[in-house]
């Protein structure tokens, strides 16, 4: 007989019908209520119900409420005996969900979720850091983050349970009732072996196991794994999480296996968040992104998706620029969202690059309190199905791309359609090698007759060694990491180079000896300039410290470490620009704030974030009076460096269409800004009026690097994880050249000042002087 209970606040009476689930906390029971279940302690303590009070008191804020969907399974009420003693609570009940699991895990996802592609990967993470987000905006911290506490719905959204099990702070009194337990994988280095029960965690523990999650989400897999390259047998995941190891740190001693997928293939924004929470978060907890930050960032990478125009059930990250998972077929043979069996399907090309009429998933609207994937089908096995295929959020999957009026190209159409008819007539005659050339011949042909019609860089003239018989030098005593930054005297006198391996360089330009090597900084370069006079080299590290150098001595003059007022989040940064007298550096942390240092003075001004810049570009003007800045939206701010205020934003148009900007520089006078965004726009842009000056055509694909001559008549630009150098010419908007010789993608750019050469750098660690006038590469920096 079902003992006689009721909740204490409403004073219904509650009958217990079925028991769901038993533990050596409890048991949870489905009720006579409907849409309730209860969940009775076998050991009702004091701070156990007194906590479940704080909680009934205090719910979050569900923000998926608009979607009519229960994101937490939050305690409604508490459930007393006949006695009048609490023996536990009602939740709701979540009845369209299944376990996180069985949608992260390629094999499983298969099997019961085949249609639950990476599109809805990316939003069930965002539905799940927006949820994370309203939690801590309570104070609450969940500590026990796993994905058998979470549960999925076929539209992507998030639900929480074991709620009770969260870290809760009575408002009143500030007591606290902590989290007890953790789970392996999920707990941070700082509080291994360590008794949890006797801890206060913060939010901040959090961040690390929500950048867990969203690994798992979008990679299908665990962070802290990948090939183990020290010495002995590879260790366990905990000791990988105590010593920071994962595949994509500096010096680390797991790298990427054969089956890992790439870090690369994400949205940018998202790759700086995975950076912070496992490389810098490693060394300081609080750099680790907010569930703010995620969620901003999962709605950009959302925004960039693409579908790919072989299997629709692929979507892959626009600024990539091509379907990874196809690719990936060539060497592995299980495609982890192709809803149709390997055996009944034709592996395509190794490489998908559709660079034309792509079907581009439109980022869905309404993301600020929760996207909801709404489905036309089930992706999971159990609910309710239909014969319509799936379509995320509703959007409409359509074609784009411009078509040209010119009767010569729509008679090539109407002839390629005719030889594609009699390839049809000839199918059964024709090997499979054939097809497949064909079809590369054919996209080739589409792609050249809908090349943009102002693109007249068909004759560009590659600028290497091979047009003169005297080869390039090769000069020894380099870096052995990227190279970072570049800059080079006024005099065109001496070059200076900033690396990930820590130090600076100073060499001969005209020589190319090097002269001194400074390597006292022990973190990554992140700037580096050399005064007019070139008495003093000014530097900044990742942790945003700022030294000052003799050069002729090689001595440390000053460091500043802003730590009194670059803390918490941010206290490590994402970019630096220094202006040409030494007497201003400007700073972006990584979660968007900006930092002034007056060099000379020790002033110190920050200036807050508005919105997310974790890809924030920044450019000192003349005289270091004012700087310039760029966040999310794609405007830019001009701030006045003295008193940290205000002074312009731009573009005000409705006619500029916006997009994120990964770099920008300025012309020598400062009146030109050239900016570089992540989907490959170049535009110059007038100063004083805010006004686009030029839009130059590019290939569409994100640009990471920008060089101006000094007269702003020549541009040097760079598009991700490209080794070629594209050249162009201010006036006249066409492409002027391309630099081939670097075998490794390219991320830092310089001019000298006599507009006769360029120097470049990046992750091969060599850095290349290029000769404009004779077009040709003349000398290698190398290790």
């Known amino acids: 007989m079902s003992p006689l209970l009721k909740s204490v606040r409403s004073g219904r009476s509650i009958a217990l019908t079925k028991k769901l689930a038993s533990s050596g906390e409890g048991t949870v029971w489905t009720t006579n209520l409907p849409g309730f279940l209860a969940k009775l302690y076998h050991t009702p303590t004091e701070d156990r119900i007194q906590k479940l009070r704080i909680m009934v008191d205090h719910p979050p804020q569900n923000p998926m409420r608009h979607h009519h969907?229960?994101?937490?399974?939050?305690?409604?009420?508490?459930?007393?005996?006949?006695?009048?003693?609490?023996?536990?609570?009602?939740?709701?009940?979540?009845?369209?969900?299944?376990?996180?699991?069985?949608?992260?895990?390629?094999?499983?996802?298969?099997?019961?979720?085949?249609?639950?592609?990476?599109?809805?990967?990316?939003?069930?993470?965002?539905?799940?850091?927006?949820?994370?987000?309203?939690?801590?905006?309570?104070?609450?911290?969940?500590?026990?983050?796993?994905?058998?506490?979470?549960?999925?719905?076929?539209?992507?959204?998030?639900?929480?349970?074991?709620?009770?099990?969260?870290?809760?702070?009575?408002?009143?009194?500030?007591?606290?009732?902590?989290?007890?337990?953790?789970?392996?994988?999920?707990?941070?280095?700082?509080?291994?072996?360590?008794?949890?029960?006797?801890?206060?965690?913060?939010?901040?523990?959090?961040?690390?196991?929500?950048?867990?999650?969203?690994?798992?989400?979008?990679?299908?897999?665990?962070?802290?794994?990948?090939?183990?390259?020290?010495?002995?047998?590879?260790?366990?995941?905990?000791?990988?999480?105590?010593?920071?190891?994962?595949?994509?740190?500096?010096?680390?001693?797991?790298?990427?296996?054969?089956?890992?997928?790439?870090?690369?293939?994400?949205?940018?924004?998202?790759?700086?968040?995975?950076?912070?929470?496992?490389?810098?978060?490693?060394?300081?907890?609080?750099?680790?992104?907010?569930?703010?930050?995620?969620?901003?960032?999962?709605?950009?990478?959302?925004?960039?998706?693409?579908?790919?125009?072989?299997?629709?059930?692929?979507?892959?990250?626009?600024?990539?620029?091509?379907?990874?998972?196809?690719?990936?077929?060539?060497?592995?043979?299980?495609?982890?969202?192709?809803?149709?069996?390997?055996?009944?399907?034709?592996?395509?090309?190794?490489?998908?690059?559709?660079?034309?009429?792509?079907?581009?998933?439109?980022?869905?609207?309404?993301?600020?309190?929760?996207?909801?994937?709404?489905?036309?089908?089930?992706?999971?096995?159990?609910?309710?199905?239909?014969?319509?295929?799936?379509?995320?959020?509703?959007?409409?999957?359509?074609?784009?791309?411009?078509?040209?009026?010119?009767?010569?190209?729509?008679?090539?159409?109407?002839?390629?359609?005719?030889?594609?008819?009699?390839?049809?007539?000839?199918?059964?005659?024709?090997?499979?090698?054939?097809?497949?050339?064909?079809?590369?011949?054919?996209?080739?042909?589409?792609?050249?007759?809908?090349?943009?019609?102002?693109?007249?860089?068909?004759?560009?003239?590659?600028?290497?060694?091979?047009?003169?018989?005297?080869?390039?030098?090769?000069?020894?005593?380099?870096?052995?990491?990227?190279?970072?930054?570049?800059?080079?005297?006024?005099?065109?006198?001496?070059?200076?180079?900033?690396?990930?391996?820590?130090?600076?360089?100073?060499?001969?330009?005209?020589?190319?000896?090097?002269?001194?090597?400074?390597?006292?900084?022990?973190?990554?370069?992140?700037?580096?300039?050399?005064?007019d006079d070139k008495e003093t080299l000014t530097t900044s590290i990742l942790s945003g410290k700022v030294f000052i150098w003799n050069i002729a001595t090689a001595s440390l003059m000053r460091s500043f470490t802003p730590t009194a007022i670059w803390e918490g989040p941010e206290d490590s940064i994402r970019a630096s620009a220094i202006d040409r007298q030494g007497e201003l550096i400007a700073s972006s942390g990584w979660g968007g704030s900006i930092l002034l240092q007056h060099l000379q003075s020790g002033k110190m001004i920050k200036i807050p974030s508005h919105s997310l810049a974790t890809g924030q570009a920044l450019a000192v003007l003349p005289k270091g009076q004012a700087i310039v800045s760029s966040n999310s939206n794609g405007k830019f701010q001009i701030w006045d460096a003295n008193t940290g205020s205000l002074v312009k934003t731009f573009p005000n148009s409705v006619k500029d269409s916006l997009e994120p900007i990964s770099t920008m520089t300025l012309n020598r006078a400062g009146t030109v800004l050239v900016s570089g965004s992540w989907y490959g726009s170049l535009v110059l842009w007038d100063l004083k009026t805010g006004k686009r000056i030029k839009t130059l055509p590019t290939q569409r694909n994100p640009i990471s690097a920008i060089a101006i001559s000094d007269l702003g008549d020549r541009l040097a630009v760079v598009t991700n994880k490209d080794t070629r150098i594209q050249l162009w010419d201010v006036k006249t908007g066409r492409a002027g050249g391309i630099l081939k010789g670097h075998t490794a993608s390219v991320s830092a750019l310089k001019f000298s000042h006599s507009g006769n050469f360029l120097i470049s750098g990046g992750e091969e660690s060599a850095i290349k002087i290029w000769d404009l006038t004779r077009r040709r590469l003349i000398r290698s920096l190398v290790q």
């Open 69 to 531: 969907h229960i994101t937490f399974a939050w305690p409604q009420d508490l459930i007393q005996d006949e006695t009048g003693q609490c023996l536990g609570f009602l939740m709701p009940e979540i009845v369209d969900g299944v376990k996180l699991s069985i949608v992260y895990n390629p094999k499983l996802r298969g099997r019961k979720a085949p249609r639950f592609n990476w599109y809805y990967l990316h939003t069930a993470a965002l539905n799940f850091a927006l949820a994370l987000k309203s939690l801590h905006e309570e104070s609450y911290v969940v500590g026990d983050i796993k994905p058998q506490n979470l549960l999925v719905n076929n539209r992507a959204l998030i639900s929480v349970i074991d709620t009770d099990s969260f870290q809760v702070i009575d408002p009143n009194t500030q007591a606290i009732y902590r989290c007890l337990v953790g789970s392996e994988g999920f707990t941070p280095a700082e509080l291994l072996g360590k008794d949890l029960a006797t801890l206060d965690q913060t939010e901040v523990h959090d961040r690390f196991r929500l950048g867990v999650m969203i690994y798992l989400l979008l990679f299908g897999d665990q962070p802290f794994k990948g090939k183990w390259v020290g010495r002995g047998e590879s260790p366990q995941p905990t000791d990988l999480i105590r010593d920071g190891f994962w595949p994509y740190a500096s010096n680390s001693m797991v790298q990427p296996g054969p089956n890992t997928i790439p870090l690369s293939i994400i949205h940018p924004q998202l790759q700086v968040c995975f950076q912070r929470c496992f490389t810098e978060g490693h060394r300081n907890p609080h750099a680790r992104p907010s569930a703010q930050n995620w969620s901003d960032a999962l709605k950009l990478a959302i925004a960039d998706l693409r579908m790919c125009h072989l299997e629709n059930n692929h979507f892959y990250s626009r600024t990539y620029g091509r379907c990874y998972w196809c690719d990936r077929l060539s060497s592995v043979s299980f495609d982890i969202f192709s809803p149709i069996p390997a055996a009944h399907r034709v592996a395509p090309r190794k490489t998908v690059s559709p660079k034309r009429f792509t079907r581009t998933a439109t980022a869905p609207r309404g993301m600020q309190t929760g996207l909801s994937v709404m489905t036309a089908t089930s992706t999971l096995q159990g609910f309710k199905r239909s014969a319509t295929m799936l379509n995320p959020s509703g959007v409409s999957h359509k074609t784009t791309g411009r078509w040209s009026s010119n009767p010569v190209v729509w008679g090539m159409g109407f002839i390629a359609v005719g030889l594609m008819g009699l390839t049809l007539l000839l199918l059964p005659d024709l090997n499979i090698e054939s097809i497949q050339k064909g079809g590369e011949l054919f996209e080739a042909a589409i792609d050249q007759w809908f090349q943009p019609s102002n693109v007249k860089d068909k004759t560009a003239v590659i600028l290497n060694s091979v047009e003169e018989t005297k080869p390039a030098s090769v000069m020894h005593g380099g870096h052995w990491e990227a190279i970072t930054a570049l800059d080079i005297s006024l005099d065109d006198r001496l070059l200076v180079s900033g690396s990930k391996d820590m130090t600076v360089k100073v060499w001969n330009f005209p020589s190319g000896q090097l002269q001194q090597t400074f390597a006292e900084q022990y973190e990554p370069i992140i700037s580096v300039a050399v005064s």
